[in-house]
């Protein structure tokens, strides 16, 4: 089965960036429909983004549609979320995800997931 490692989190300031990595080992994340998701404090998890297999059809959640981008590099078997234009509710731990078929805005339907990585985004 996949393994999933997140990296790229840390503390920046609001309208700074980010990339989080999300690196396969165990798997290919080519096979696989990839998604983002965050966590605040106190709150549910959420979807970010996801994307198919082959990367053509993607989805964004509204706040973050035009600043966030997910991106495959099925050679670096990783897959990325670059976060552009950051805000502080943004800060969150970020959790990436994969499930055979197509890809999901539903976390259950995710089977296989990283450890997560805390993004701090500060006023």
């Known amino acids: 089965q996949v393994q999933l490692v997140e990296s790229g989190g840390g503390l920046v300031q609001a309208g700074g960036s980010l990339r989080l990595s999300c690196a396969a080992s165990?798997?290919?994340?080519?096979?696989?429909?990839m998604g983002w998701f965050r966590q605040a404090p106190g709150k549910e998890r959420e979807i970010v983004a996801a994307g198919s297999r082959n990367g053509d059809s993607l989805y964004y959640r509204n706040p973050v549609k035009g600043r966030f981008t997910l991106s495959r590099d099925n050679a670096k078997n990783t897959v990325y979320l670059q976060m552009n234009s950051l805000k502080p509710e943004d800060t969150a731990v970020y959790y990436c995800?994969?499930?055979?078929?197509?890809?999901?805005?539903?976390?259950?339907?995710?089977?296989?997931w990283g450890q997560g990585t805390q993004v701090t985004v500060s006023s």
């Open positions: 995800a994969a499930r055979w078929g197509t890809y999901s805005t539903s976390l259950r339907d995710y089977r296989y």
């Open positions: 165990g798997g290919f994340v080519s096979n696989y429909a």
